[in-house]
């Protein structure tokens, strides 16, 4: 099977929690597009969820999509099942911990169930390039001046919930 799009993603947080970003690339025919967006307080796992998001959210129908990333965190939420395990426990990890970023979780599950979704996973910081290209768009957006609030998680901390 043929990947039809390319989605290349890196998230990160200055301080964790602090401010964060998301940088994407996606790469499609003859097209590229570059995403990316901060938040004035949030999470490095937060970001590393958030950008494959965004991506899969643009893409008007069903697609074969590749995603390259260097989060194991979401390559193994979805590929070793994790995160459906935590949708299906009433996103508990265990009987005890909440499973965290459920509200992503959710989303990232229903995205890929609509599209045919791969991943790949790059060791961060060892020259992939479009991974350190992501890497900088995603410090970038958590370093810019035009940092959007992350509500979901604002609001947890807030209410002492994480």
Known sequence: ????????????????????????????????????????KTTNNRMELLGPIIALK?????????????????IDGIEKGWAKKWQKNNWMRDRKNKALNSDLWK????LCDYHTVNFFWVKG?????????????????????????DEKFESKELSNER
């Open 125 to 149: 910081h060892m020259g992939h390039i479009e991974n350190e290209e992501c890497d900088l768009l995603a410090k970038n957006a958590a370093s810019s001046n035009d940092l959007i609030i």
């Open 1 to 40: 099977m043929t990947n039809d799009v390319l989605i290349y993603s890196d998230g990160s947080s200055l301080g964790n929690p602090g401010p964060g970003g998301y940088g994407v690339i996606m790469k499609w025919k003859d097209k590229e597009l570059k995403l990316s967006q901060g938040f004035r």
């Open 58 to 74: 643009k893409l008007k129908k069903p697609e074969n999509v590749l995603i390259t990333t260097d989060s194991r965190y979401v």
């Open 107 to 110: 989303m990232l599950i229903e």
